[in-house]
């Protein structure tokens, strides 16, 4: 599988709440970036940081939370992709769509690395944390 394949197959899978098949392309050591003031924000590494403290929240927190890639690009190493985050709060009831460009390192067909960029106030403004 090329690294676009690999990337798409995890976004597949998170769809499908797949974890256990998440896990078989995250590599051991993944290093997750969130940006800071995103749900989850922060590094964590390893999968069951990853699980826990960042796709644990979108699910419990989130109203058909999803991302849609509308671009793959090949980086040789890895795999940016381009596209937007949709959802909507559950505590306010506020749905925000905010676009992103995210970068996944891919080593022997594992994801290894992923960094987050993306309007985080969008998000923030969902989430009722910011004066409207």
Excluded at 49 to 77: C, H, L, M, P
Excluded at 119 to 132: H, N, R, S, V, Y
Aim: hydrophobic share 35%; proline share 1%; with cysteine.
């Amino acid at each position: 599988m090329g690294n676009i394949e690999t990337v798409k197959k995890m976004y597949e899978l998170f769809a499908t709440r797949d974890n256990n098949a998440i896990r078989q392309i995250f590599g051991e050591n993944i290093k997750w970036n969130q940006m800071k003031g995103f749900p989850g924000g922060g590094q964590h590494i390893g999968a069951d940081a990853i699980f826990e403290k960042v796709f644990g929240g979108f699910r419990q927190n989130w109203t058909d939370w999803k991302a849609t890639i509308t671009r793959y690009i090949d980086s040789g190493d890895g795999v940016f992709v381009i596209g937007f985050y949709e959802g909507t709060f559950n505590t306010t009831g506020k749905y925000m769509k905010s676009d992103f460009a995210c970068e996944y390192k891919v080593k022997d067909g594992k994801i290894t690395e992923f960094n987050q960029y993306t309007d985080t106030f969008l998000i923030a403004q969902a989430m009722g944390l910011t004066k409207e």
